[in-house]
Every structure is written in structure tokens, then in C-alpha cells.
């Protein structure tokens, strides 16, 4: 039996634009994994998945009009349930047997035709048989029918349909948008399946205004694409919609020329692809005077309201045309141009009026009116917010730059959240912080401040960059660590996938900021161990905050973005696992990447898989030992391996120090490698649980000494194999 391509299409009314590409994918991949399941197709099978903004289809070659028969094992039940005393069968085999449809008529060659095979601890008895294949017909409509139930509908739609019965009424369907067509051809013949109440068919349609012919008559699976492009005037394809929008995007905008380019943005590029069946590009433009405006708020809403691509000029900056990706082509653009500037016009209109009325306030001024933005139910409002953040960013200050940075940190920590007050800011909430910055300089504050003001945000996703200067920084981590310790502190986790004051985002700037800016900061310190400030303290008017919860749960998530930010840096699990012990956030991470560097040179020196195996003995010794004194008493050394470890101590560690002191970790650790002779041989050598309780003691206490001096710089039993 030879193979056929297989077509599948469901036509329907417009999809949402934001879902089309990951509900055409899943559609296509479903469907081909329902088939491949079913053994409907074969090994060689390449699925190509359609999506355009009225339907969902999928092409799979080589697909069987019949999957092979195979034969199948069933286990029935234990022999001793299955036959009596004298091995017949009992009416529970034979209700079983006939059940599966066997010939039961003769009892006892049912049982001589069973399979005995041990089943763990006892005997049970299998029937083989051989199972049809499904045919294509069978086989799609129960494929398609798990595609339909398990699409990622983003909101389902109920509609009615007509019932077909003899009976007059109407039955309720729920999909993602009504559907009018379905398509199943199996090379060029029908496959007789029906879903949503419509019958397959060999026919579809094309575009709503510039199709050739309508409706448009498929041939076979393989000529889909083809006909509906010449047919339908309609790319099927996403990717090649998508690859088409964007080649003349680029060819409009190198006909306007001066270096232009469209804005890269390719969720807009996505959301366009799904909105279009055959693209258009043209090029449209506004007045000039509306470039006065912030360019961030006219592209924003050029990309947010109309889906327009803005052009820039060579140096980034925003021109005032635009590209627009038009669903039509025809022989006069004139009228669709000027409609699409007549469109975007009052929009501009609205963002010029909202920048000229946000600057004849100060920033400043803004600030009282935080007092009545709820921030949290349990934390009080966004101006109680801004008070926290302040402190924090005075403290964090003082400690990296003196009073002139705690100043300028004060001062942009008390303005960073007054633009949310603002109208631009309240159509337009992507600006915050961006906005905020251009109203600073408008008040004639410093660069300082007002890129702080904008950067307290950042990063704002996974690799965005970093505040741009220091004011920025500290601001930056006072409103991360505000965030963290408040939301721990109440008890507001991430779960899951759900993590809606973005905790795990937070963590992760803060953890950069200190790695990349090199800051000698103590989070643990400046969160709960002090006796003065600390930012646990800011919170304790608010009676939901448990201070305690707030150490173990955010020390725990804070080691754990660590690890995983640093494993995704390339560092072994054990190299990690060396710096950064589970649930304790190192105290300073500007060290960190010296540590790493350390243990990954003491690693690869010849000393160190003997040294790891020591030091991590050494580690389950010390714990069952508990409370040891690290005081070494030499009048009750007695063994010579004992003395020789302790001579080779004083001679290596006072060395090993001063290099760790000095922060030459890798010279500390090289150091200590000398030790692994003397290690060795003690271990050899001594009885560390001597009877006598002085000698176990100072032996003890010598272990202690030694597991202290070798793991200042990292735990070296991580390292073990």
C-alpha cells in the first residue's frame, strides 16, 4: 500500500492575531501526533503547519489510507484467579475472553491458546491477538477531535448551529472562533470525517476582496499552498507571510532612503503576519511637528493602536513616516495611504496634548498624590512605597559613594514612581520611568537623576542592560530589594508560572547589578542582620509581615536564581555548588566570579580529587562530632603522621591566608594543594576516635584547623566524585 500526503483545513472567521501562530502550530502537531500514535503515518512523514487569519491547517506526507495490523499482548488476570484446581478455566477467564472477543466455545482450546508468563511475584496468564489497524477515515476523526479539545484557545467562543436531524433545533458549539469549512483530502479523495458540525470537503476560500475565484477548488494536499496563492490571492504559510512582510518592509525603507529602517519589534511583526492574508507594504508619514513629542510615546502608539512599523533614521532616531502593512493591493494606494495618516493622526494629536499638560507640573508636585495609589492592600500605598525606597537607596549610597551619592540617590528615589500620576503614563503604562525621565530634565534636574529615574526599572527582562551610572544602580536595587522583602514578607510567592510582581526578575537584577557592577554590598546585612537600618525594619508597622518566613523563603530564592543565573554562565553544578551553599545567599557576590575562577583552577590541579574526598570526609566527621574547638594542643600529638600534618599546616595555612586576604583565592587554594601528602597520610596513619578523650579531642580540633583553612574560598567536598 503506497502513501499519500494528507491535507487537513478548517476555515473560520477572523482568529485572534495574538494566539494564530502557536494555535497553528499546535494544530499541525497535534494532528500529526495523533496520526503517528495511531500508525496512520510513517517514518518518513514531514508536517508543514498553515495558519492565516481565517484558518488553521496542516500538510503531512506520507500518510496510509490503513495502518498495519499488529499483534498485541493482553495480560487477563493471575493463573490462580484464571483457572481452578484442575487448570480450567474459570467463568472469569471466560467472561474475560469473551469480552475481547475470543472463541470461548471450546473452553479448554481457550486455554491451551493463553500465554503464561511470570508477572512479579506470581503467574499470570496474556492473550495474543492481532490488532486491525485503524483506517484514515476512523483515525482522522478521532485525530482531529483531540486537536479541536486541546488547542490553546486564549477565550472560547460559544455559537449555534443548525442541527441536521429530523428534529428542527439548534446545538451549541465551542471553539475559538465559529467555523464554516473543513477540508480533508487524502491526495485528491475526500476523507469522509466530520468536527463542528461540518462535513470535509475539497473546498476553501481565499481572500474576502482580491481572490480570483471563489470558492476556491483544491485538487489534491500537495497543490494547497500553490492554488490558494493563485486562486486565493492567500500566503497560507506564517513563516512565508512573515518572511514577505519583513523583505518589504525593508524595500520600503530603503526607497525612502538616508539610512532608513523599520523599528525591529517581531511580536509586532507576529501580530501583523496574523492579521494579513497577502501583504502590502507602503509608506505613509505624519507631520513633522508631532517629532517634538518624545519618540518613544509616537512609536508606542504607532505599534500598540494602528500596528504600524515607525521608520528610523541612521542614527535611531524616529523620522516622521511610518510603514504601514496593508491586506489590500490596489492599483491606486493613494486612498489607503491617506486613510491610514488620517488614522494615525488624532493618536499623535493625543500624545502631543498628554506631553504639553504632563509638563506644566513639576515631578515633584506629583509626588502627594502617591499617597493614593494602592501600591498592596497588606503594604500600604505607592507614596508609603516610595518612603521605603528612599531609605534603602540612602543606605545602599552611604555605603558605596558617602553623602553625595546617598544624596542623589534620595533625591531620583523620591521621584522614581510620581510619572505614574501622570497622563501619559495612565494611557500608556509601557512609558513609566521613561517618561518620568523626560519630565526631570524638563525641570532642569541633573542627567544623574533623571537616567536614574528611568533606569530603576532595568533590567527589565533577560538581558536587557543595566543603569546606566551609579545613581541608577542604587535606585535600582533599593526598589528590587523594596519589592522582594515586602513581597516574601507578606507571603506573596511565585508559583508556577504565575508570578505577577515579577520576584523572579527582580532577583535576577539584583544578583547582576552586584556580580556585573562589582559592588561590595552584604544583602544579608543590609536585609535583617543589623543593628541599625535594615530594610526588614521598614516594614514593620504592617502587621502581615513576618520577618521570620521572609529569611528562609528569600534566602532560599535568592540561592536558587543565583545557581541557576550561574549554571546558565556555564559553571558546573559542583563548581556552583562549591560557592554558593543551598539555602544561604553568599554575602558578597562581587566576589564571586573570583571564587568560581578559583575552584575551577584548584580543580584541574592533580591534588584536588584526593584533597575534595579528604575535605568532604573530613566534613561528615566534624558533624558527627559536633561543637569541635579548632585548638590544637602539640604535647598530645603522638602519631607521626599527626605531627607531620600539623607541621605542614603552620608552614602552608599563615601563606594560604594572607594570599585569601589579599583576594588571590586561586593562589590560596594552589597553597593548600601542597597539603595533600600530609592529608593522605594521616588519614592512613592516625585513629582520629582515639578511646582516650584528649587525643580524640585534639585530633578532632586538628581536622577542624584544617577543614576551616581549606574551605575560606569554597567548599571543597563539593568537588568530590
Known amino acids: 500500500m503506497t502513501t499519500k500526503s494528507l491535507l487537513v483545513e478548517l476555515f473560520v472567521e477572523e482568529l485572534p492575531p495574538k494566539a494564530l501562530k502557536k494555535l497553528g502550530d499546535a494544530f499541525a502537531s497535534v494532528l500529526a501526533g495523533q496520526l503517528k500514535d495511531q500508525g496512520l503515518s510513517s517514518a518518513e512523514s514531514v508536517v508543514t503547519a498553515y495558519a492565516s487569519p481565517r484558518r488553521l491547517a496542516a500538510h503531512i506526507s506520507h500518510v496510509w489510507l490503513k495502518a498495519a495490523d499488529k499483534a498485541a499482548r493482553q495480560k487477563l488476570m493471575p493463573v490462580s484467579v484464571g483457572l481452578d484446581a484442575l487448570g480450567k478455566a474459570t467463568p472469569a477467564l471466560l467472561k474475560k475472553l469473551h469480552a475481547l472477543g475470543a472463541d470461548v466455545t471450546d473452553p479448554a482450546a481457550a486455554v491451551a491458546a493463553l500465554q503464561r508468563a511470570p508477572d512479579g511475584k506470581s503467574e499470570a496468564l496474556f492473550y495474543d491477538n492481532l490488532v486491525t489497524g485503524a483506517t484514515l477515515d476512523i483515525g482522522l476523526q478521532q485525530a482531529l477531535e483531540e486537536v479541536i479539545a486541546n488547542l490553546p484557545i486564549p477565550k472560547v467562543m460559544s455559537y449555534q448551529l443548525e442541527t441536521d436531524c429530523a428534529l428542527p433545533g439548534w446545538s451549541s458549539v465551542n471553539f475559538v472562533r465559529p467555523a464554516h469549512g473543513l477540508v480533508a483530502l487524502h491526495g485528491s479523495t475526500v476523507v469522509p470525517i466530520k468536527v463542528l458540525g461540518l462535513a470535509a470537503d475539497n473546498i476553501t476560500h481565499g481572500h474576502r476582496f482580491e481572490a480570483a475565484v471563489d470558492p476556491v477548488v483544491l485538487k489534491d494536499a500537495d497543490s494547497y499552498a500553490a492554488t490558494l496563492l493563485k486562486d486565493g490571492a492567500v500566503i497560507a504559510s506564517f513563516a512565508d507571510r512573515k518572511a514577505e512582510i519583513a523583505r518589504q518592509l525593508a524595500q520600503a525603507a530603503a526607497r525612502v532612503g538616508h539610512g532608513a529602517r523599520p523599528i525591529e519589534d517581531d511580536a509586532l511583526l507576529d501580530e501583523v503576519t496574523a492579521l494579513v492574508e497577502r501583504p502590502n507594504v507602503l509608506v505613509c508619514e505624519f507631520e513633522k511637528e508631532f517629532l517634538d513629542v518624545p519618540q518613544e510615546c509616537l ?34 494606494v493613494s486612498a489607503v495611504i491617506g486613510g491610514n495618516e488620517r488614522v494615525v493622526r488624532p493618536r499623535l494629536a493625543d500624545a ?47 555605603q558605596l559613594g558617602g553623602e553625595a551619592l546617598a544624596g542623589q540617590a534620595d533625591q531620583a528615589a523620591r521621584l522614581v514612581k510620581a510619572d505614574l500620576v501622570t497622563d501619559m503614563v495612565g494611557e500608556f503604562p509601557e512609558l513609566q520611568g521613561i517618561m518620568g525621565r523626560y519630565y526631570a530634565l524638563n525641570d532642569g534636574l541633573s542627567a544623574d ?76 546585612t543590609l536585609i535583617w542582620n543589623s543593628t541599625g537600618l535594615t530594610i526588614a525594619k521598614l516594614f514593620e508597622p504592617y502587621p502581615d509581615f513576618n520577618q521570620a518566613r521572609l529569611q528562609v523563603e528569600l534566602s532560599d530564592f535568592m540561592t536558587d536564581r543565583l545557581g541557576g543565573s550561574l549554571r546558565e554562565q556555564g559553571y558546573s553544578a559542583s563548581e556552583v555548588g562549591a560557592v554558593v551553599s543551598e539555602g544561604q545567599f553568599p554575602e558578597r557576590l562581587d566576589l564571586l566570579q573570583a571564587r568560581l575562577a578559583a575552584v575551577r583552577a584548584f580543580a584541574a590541579l592533580p591534588e584536588a580529587p584526593a584533597l575534595a574526598a579528604a575535605n568532604k570526609r573530613i566534613s561528615n566527621i566534624l558533624k558527627k562530632a559536633q561543637d569541635v574547638d579548632p585548638h590544637v594542643s602539640e604535647v598530645l600529638l603522638k602519631e ?81 566524585a
Do not use: C, W
Request: charged share 25%.
Open 299 to 332: 512609536i508606542l502608539t504607532m505599534k500598540a493602536n494602528q500596528k504600524y512599523f515607525p521608520l528610523l533614521d541612521a542614527q535611531g532616531k524616529l523620522t516622521h513616516q511610518f510603514l504601514v502593512v496593508s491586506n489590500i493591493s490596489p492599483l491606486d
Open 640 to 720: 607521626p603522621a599527626e605531627i607531620a600534618l600539623y607541621a605542614a599546616m603552620k608552614a602552608v595555612t599563615p601563606k594560604a591566608n594572607a594570599q585569601f586576604d589579599a583576594g588571590d583565592y586561586t593562589a590560596s587554594l594552589q597553597t593548600l594543594a601542597a597539603l595533600r601528602a600530609p592529608v593522605d597520610a594521616f588519614f592512613d596513619g592516625v585513629m582520629v576516635n582515639a578511646e582516650a578523650l584528649d587525643l580524640r579531642l585534639n585530633r578532632l580540633g586538628l581536622l577542624k584547623s584544617l577543614h576551616d583553612a581549606m574551605n575560606r574560598v569554597a567548599d571543597l567536598s563539593r568537588l568530590a
Open 449 to 524: 537623576v533623571a537616567d536614574a529615574i528611568e533606569d530603576h526599572y532595568k533590567p527589565r527582562f533577560s538581558g536587557d542592560e543595566l543603569p546606566r551610572n551609579q545613581v541608577g544602580v542604587v535606585v535600582a536595587l533599593a526598589d528590587k530589594l523594596e519589592t522582594l522583602v515586602g513581597m516574601f514578607g507578606i507571603g506573596n510567592l511565585p508559583t508556577g508560572d504565575k508570578d505577577p510582581f515579577a520576584l523572579r526578575r527582580h532577583a535576577l537584577g539584583v544578583i547582576r547589578m552586584l556580580i556585573e557592577k562589582d559592588l561590595p554590598l552584604d544583602l544579608s
Open 352 to 398: 502631543k496634548f498628554f506631553f504639553d499638560q504632563d509638563r506644566k507640573k513639576t515631578l515633584g508636585s506629583r509626588v502627594a498624590g502617591l499617597d493614593k495609589v494602592v501600591y498592596h492592600n497588606k503594604l500600604g500605598s505607592q507614596g508609603e512605597r516610595v518612603t521605603r525606597v528612599r531609605a534603602i537607596a540612602k543606605a545602599i549610597g552611604q
